[in-house]
């Protein structure tokens, strides 16, 4: 009987022993199961996140693409507007060439010629007024 306790008693002291380590080991393992799962969650939080973020992202590639193609248009159209005042430009008269011909029509000042048939007119009114 008395080996029969030594043996408990034994068997109870590595029981006292092994339990704490045993529990502490649940406990770790728990903790860790724990990071586990919350790493899981983050790392479908990020998926989605990237999922989200790369249909946004290619929406606004599609939306940059539609502007740019706006901004073309426009550029084109401004470009043919441009041809066309260019070519009309070359119609028109140049500042320069005005004034030349301003200058021209100041030295001939066509207002004080007089035709001969006014001045005959005029002659045979000063005439007629001078016999009087």
Not at 35 to 53: H, S
Request: proline share 2%; charged share 40%; hydrophobic share 40%.
């Amino acid at each position: 009987m008395i080996l029969y306790q030594k043996e408990v008693t034994m068997a109870t002291t590595q029981e006292d022993f092994i339990t704490p380590i045993i529990s502490e080991f649940n406990s770790r393992i728990a903790d860790i199961e724990e990071k586990q799962r919350l790493l899981k969650d983050r790392i479908t939080l990020i998926g989605k996140n990237i999922v989200e973020l790369r249909e946004q992202t290619s929406k606004d590639i599609v939306e940059i693409k539609i502007k740019l193609e706006e901004i073309e248009k426009t550029i084109e159209k401004l470009k043919d507007g441009f041809l066309r005042m260019s070519e009309e430009m070359e119609k028109k008269a140049r500042k320069s060439e005005i004034e030349i011909l301003e200058k021209q029509f100041k030295m001939f000042q066509p207002l004080n010629f007089i035709r001969a048939e006014d001045l005959n007119k005029i002659i045979d009114e000063k005439l007629k007024e001078a016999k009087k």
